[in-house]
């Protein structure tokens, strides 16, 4: 390798400087930037915070008949946010939410940033010597605070006043902003139990939103058994047939045209929203770096689900992990992929016992789940056949991605292999496309064994004998062996 001059050397090293430095600078900016938005942000918080404590204690002191600078809480003026840049105004502005709205965003909020100004509510009824029903609340296992219910929202916005009551209960629907953005948890009271002593909980996603603006990306956990993938590759790296790629497009059609054809053409009313296809094929054929593509090309996050963790042996738990992923899915531009689905979309059999019975309720939640979905899922397989044939009318393509033929394996291998400088003078890609069937995944798995064959001989190229013995391997997985 030839040596660099001194001059070289030093125009390398200014180059990478500034390089460096711009990178710097830039970081700067993005962190002053967010900074900028949390102050914001906070301040804005803070003078909503300082309304809410006067509107609650005025509602305390009318409620025990106490003397108070107000007839109502009405006559308590809101902050002003109209001129308001802060995320969190934003929000208000693009909900349009008045004020009772924005009381019960900040009472689901104030346990986690002002837990003590919910104090108050802890006071006791000394006739019964226990608290006033009419406040709500719960306490939790290791926060002291006073948590609030719905009844405490009502409290607080009605008082005894039934008309404004059950207005207040209007804020808890599903068609509520509330409840299509995601940021409140809308949980089921216990059984027999009032519909307000449920608890008004934020989502994670509703309090990441309110406290820094931001949509939560979240991380893979047992609570979310599904992680964000994402792909370097574009679609030139994609090698597939020209029906694949046809039925691909309908999809990337509709991703970025949803909106169209629902509601500016009106199909709303006789077409689902969401859009549900099947891809099946061997490993290794593109379904999903597929997947991770049309996220990519829409702009839309891209979630992998994991089934070993989320098939539960305990009835109901199967139900709850998926309806845990459905629900924080549900008003997010995401793509739901699930690999290998026919571990947990399979066949439902005959009701011969408990088991089976559990097993075809799962099946058949599922069903009703992936057609409410709003967004779009991908369910993937090797095995098409072991499938429900109930999920087939149910989606919108299935799509039968091939092993590749030996013109799309070149085209694997050229791609794989980009830099040939990198190949010894003996590789020969025509043989090695027509010699041997091969995925793409294992065309890369190839070449990467072969490189690190190579390094280990001391060489910096790819020889013939590195790939032949990394096809070897590949092919010895799936039970066949190189006969040439």
């Known amino acids: 390798m030839p040596k660099r001059s001194g001059h070289e050397t030093h125009r390398l090293v200014r180059c990478l400087g500034q390089f460096a430095l711009e990178s710097l600078v830039f970081a700067g900016m993005e962190a002053d930037v967010t900074s900028a938005m949390l102050t914001a942000n906070a301040a804005s918080l803070t003078r909503e915070l300082t309304w809410f404590e006067e509107v609650l204690q005025c509602r305390i002191h009318l409620h025990f008949g106490q003397p108070s600078r107000y007839a109502c809480i009405e006559d308590i003026a809101a902050p002003e946010l109209s001129a308001d840049d802060s995320e969190y105004a934003q929000l208000v502005r693009r909900g349009v939410l008045g004020t009772n709205e924005r009381l019960v965003l900040l009472l689901a909020l104030i346990p986690h940033v002002r837990p003590e100004m919910l104090d108050l509510l802890f006071v006791r009824n000394t006739n019964l010597d226990r608290g006033f029903t009419e406040f709500g609340g719960w306490k939790g296992k290791t926060h002291g605070g006073f948590l609030p219910t719905h009844e405490t929202a009502a409290f607080l916005l009605a008082g005894h006043d039934l008309v404004k009551r059950f207005e207040v209960s209007q804020l808890f629907e599903e068609t509520h902003f509330f409840h299509r953005e995601g940021i409140l948890r809308r949980e089921a009271a216990e059984s027999g139990e009032p519909f307000f002593s449920s608890c008004l909980t934020l989502t994670a996603d509703g309090l990441h939103l309110l406290t820094s603006g931001d949509r939560l990306k979240p991380d893979f956990s047992r609570e979310f058994p599904a992680s964000r993938i994402e792909t370097v590759l574009d679609w030139n790296d994609l090698v597939v047939g020209s029906e694949v790629r046809a039925e691909i497009e309908n999809i990337n059609t509709w991703a970025g045209h949803a909106h169209t054809i629902l509601a500016e053409w009106g199909l709303g009313r006789s077409i689902r929203r969401g859009y549900r296809s099947l891809f099946y094929g061997p490993p290794g054929t593109g379904k999903t770096l597929t997947a991770t593509l049309i996220g990519k090309g829409a702009n ?185």
């Open 300 to 484: 839309m996050d891209v979630y992998r689900i994991d089934l070993s963790m989320m098939v539960s042996k305990f009835i109901g738990e199967t139900e709850k992990n998926l309806a845990n992923v459905f629900d924080q899915a549900e008003n997010k531009n995401w793509v739901l992929f699930f690999d290998e689905a026919d571990a947990l979309f399979g066949k439902r059999t005959a009701t011969s016992s408990s088991n089976d019975r559990h097993a075809n309720q799962q099946v058949s939640y599922l069903l009703q789940r992936i057609e409410d979905f709003p967004g779009i899922v991908i369910l993937a397989t090797n095995m098409k056949n072991n499938m429900d044939d109930a999920f087939a009318r149910r989606f919108q393509s299935m799509v039968h991605f091939r092993m590749p033929d030996a013109d799309q394996r070149k085209c694997l291998w050229q791609g794989v292999l980009r830099d040939k400088q990198r190949l010894a003078d003996d590789v020969d890609l025509d043989l090695l496309a027509e010699a041997y069937e091969l995925s793409g995944g294992a065309i890369a798995n190839v070449v990467r064994y072969g490189a690190i064959s190579a390094l280990q001989r001391g060489e910096q190229r790819i020889a013939a004998i590195d790939l032949r013995h990394g096809v070897a391997k590949e092919l010895r997985k799936e039970g066949k062996m190189v006969t040439n």
